[in-house]
């Protein structure tokens, strides 16, 4: 399976942007992790139950939106009311349908990786 994540750029703090994740064939629970510049990449947001579960790193709750379309095999990150610790490039990341892997916050539970897609968040 491959992941191609898009929607990344430059933006304002304060603005908007949605990235969004395609898989190549089914997948298991999909997630969004993120690394800044200089730093270690770390948990943004997983969808699991087949959508029904939604988790957020504690920095993005209330800001971002994890959703998903099963039909699309695809995963999207709504990112409101961004600051410039928001930079980073970002990462979709999903685990094969046969492993589960419930610590959805661990990097190492996640078989697949996108490339990442760069966003810059402006002040």
């Known amino acids: 399976v491959q992941l191609q994540a898009s929607g990344g750029g430059l933006v304002q703090a304060g603005g908007s942007l949605r990235l969004s994740c395609a898989a190549s064939g089914r997948t298991g629970v999909m997630a969004w992790f993120r690394q800044p510049p200089g730093k270690e990449r770390d948990f943004v947001a997983v969808m699991a139950g087949y959508g029904s579960n939604t988790y957020y790193g504690d920095s ?8 998903g379309d099963d039909a699309k095999n695809a ?21 094969d349908l046969a492993n589960y892997y419930s610590s959805y916050d661990d990097q190492a539970g996640y078989d697949y990786w996108g490339k990442g897609t760069l966003v810059t968040v402006s002040s």
Do not use: H, W
């Open 60 to 67: 993005v709750k209330g800001r971002f939106t994890i959703s």
């Open 75 to 95: 995963v999207y990150l709504q990112m409101n009311s961004l600051k410039p610790e928001d930079t980073a490039v970002y990462y979709c990341a999903a685990q």
